[in-house]
């Protein structure tokens, strides 16, 4: 069975910083393209990170560019978002997704579709 787990979401205040979690079990996650997407209350679902599964090339949506990073340890089958800089509208719950298919981090974004999808993990910024 797949599985994708999110965690290290919480609580934290303006400028603080976290990194969340995306673990994986049966599939190897460095095969796939790995994406964070959030939605916060009353709104759309929307990609804002993604690393390829063919050059590992990342992509950032230009309000997480410069603060979000994304990340893969192969070792551990898990992928990271650290998140710094927050800010109160990054509150949202976060959710990780794996594609198989070698396509682009902007398009798999914007399309917000994916094989598989984690539960998601709740970031709330606030002071």
């Known amino acids: 069975q797949v599985q994708l787990m999110e965690s290290g979401g919480g609580l934290v205040q303006p400028g603080g910083s976290l990194r969340l979690s995306c673990a994986a079990s049966?599939?190897?996650?460095?095969?796939?393209?790995i994406g964070w997407f959030r939605q916060a209350p009353g709104k759309e679902r929307e990609g804002i990170s993604w690393?390829?599964?063919?050059?590992?090339?990342?992509y950032y949506v230009d309000s997480v560019k410069g603060r979000f990073t994304i990340s893969r340890d192969n070792a551990e089958n898990t992928v990271y978002l650290q998140m710094n800089s927050l800010k109160p509208e990054d509150t949202a719950i976060y959710y990780c997704?794996?594609?198989?298919?070698?396509?682009?981090?902007?398009?798999?974004?914007?399309?917000?579709?994916?094989?598989?999808w984690g539960q998601g993990t709740q970031v709330t910024v606030s002071s």
């Open positions: 997704a794996a594609e198989l298919l070698p396509r682009d981090g902007m398009s798999m974004c914007v399309m917000g579709e994916a094989l598989f």
């Open positions: 049966g599939l190897t996650l460095d095969l796939y393209g």
């Open positions: 690393v390829g599964n063919s050059d590992g090339s990342t």
